[in-house]
């Protein structure tokens, strides 16, 4: 023990404390568990936030990364590399999008789909006063422009001013949406399901009316998938299970299962009509690191059929959570798709997340009266089973 609270006390001298992290040295994982430094074992139902999907010391993944790391790990954007031609051919299969752009993170990624919305419709006018519909409750990101686009004004309020020309309406309420739009409108942001906000699937009437709209009034739609895509839904990405594609999408997280990586992909319409040679850039990204596990991860995908095991999983844990919702009067509901669920609670949650942790269980929530499950996509029914049991417990 004394070795982890040293750990920590040397941490908080050295770090810059932005977090209230719960008082846990990780050190190691294996499959879907994690082991502190004392070695403690807990059932992790949190996979780094949506990151971890194929589970940890997944020996092919790891040894793809060995090998990148042998041949070479960086060249920068000026040359092509293998991995990232490979890993861009599958992405644009497996998205049914046309052209990707690969960048670090989640937020970056949103940052280059803001752009390219801008670009387009500044090459249709040549005005920079064009405004962009984000939805309340959302969250695209940390950094300014991501940050912008994120519907929830405490996140924003000391970081004023942001970028300009945002506007926010309500999801699944298309008249909200409507009352929005002027002729300068040049994207609607939203995520198909809510993750931080929630857990909010977007409701499929809603989406088809505002893919409707946008096309009606050459409007991009971005969808962000970054949390709630690359399988979690049932779906590689969410948005397929609607059969509503959209202008721009971001990915990111589960994409590099730990290596940080994200991306924005668009249709060639959007390709043909925005960003060219020096409108953005990234030294990191689509680096032959992070494309070899890309690349790995997407073979895995299909290998492995993670999709149709989330499906099979996901109906079992909705029954599962959905019992223990009926057995609580403390819960209100449970809500969600596939392998990204949430319990509303009448309650704030955070006592239950610290309780189940030390039994072992790693939990986080989606607002104050939220836990939110997002596991890797590789847990069994007996594992949902093993959640349940020690959840009900911390309940009791």
């Known amino acids: 023990m004394e070795l982890m609270k040293d750990y920590i006390e040397e941490a908080e001298k050295a770090l810059l404390h932005t977090y209230n992290r719960y008082q ?229 997280k589960a994409l590099g299962c730990g290596v940080p990586v994200g991306a924005f992909l668009m249709t060639e319409k959007v390709a043909a009509n925005s960003l060219v040679a020096g409108d953005h850039g990234t030294t990191y990204g689509g680096n032959p690191l992070a494309a070899a596990a890309i690349n790995k991860v997407l073979d895995l995908f299909e290998e492995k059929s993670i999709i149709e095991n989330v499906n099979s999983v996901g109906t079992y844990l909705e029954k599962r959570l959905d019992e223990l919702a009926e057995k609580y009067e403390m819960i209100e509901t449970r809500r969600g798709m596939g392998l990204i669920q949430g319990l509303v609670f009448k309650v704030p949650v955070g006592e239950i997340i610290k309780k189940a942790l030390d039994a072992g269980l790693v939990l986080i929530n989606a607002g104050e009266k939220i836990i939110r499950f997002i596991p890797p996509l590789i847990i069994t029914k007996e594992h949902v089973d093993q959640m349940i049991d020690i959840l009900d417990s911390c309940l009791q």
């Open 24 to 252: 846990i040295v990780f050190d190691k994982g294996e499959g879907v568990y994690l082991y502190d430094l004392n070695g403690k074992k807990y059932l992790d139902f949190c996979a780094g936030i949506a990151v971890f999907a194929l589970g940890y010391k997944n020996e092919e993944y790891n040894q793809a990364l060995k090998n990148q790391i042998d041949k070479i790990i960086h060249t920068s954007n000026y040359y092509y590399n293998v991995p990232a031609v490979e890993a861009a051919k599958k992405l644009v299969k497996v998205s049914g999008m046309d052209r990707v752009f690969f960048t670090n993170s989640g937020a970056e990624a949103v940052e280059g789909a803001i752009k390219a919305a801008r670009k387009y419709a500044y090459l249709k006018d040549g005005n920079t006063d064009h405004e962009i519909i984000a939805m309340e409750h959302s969250f695209h990101g940390r950094t300014m422009g991501a940050l912008s686009v994120t519907g929830n004004p405490k996140y924003r309020e000391a970081f004023q001013p942001m970028i300009g020309n945002i506007r926010f309406a309500s999801l699944n309420d298309f008249d909200s949406v409507l009352s929005k739009v002027n002729e300068k409108t040049c994207a609607i942001i939203l995520e198909t399901i809510q993750g931080e906000g929630g857990i909010h699937p977007v409701e499929k009437e809603f989406l088809s009316k505002v893919k409707a709209l946008c096309e009606e009034k050459d409007i991009l739609l971005i969808l962000d998938e970054i949390q709630c895509g690359m399988g979690r839904s049932g779906a590689m990405f969410a948005w397929q299970k609607y059969g509503v594609k959209p202008d721009i999408m971001t990915t990111a």
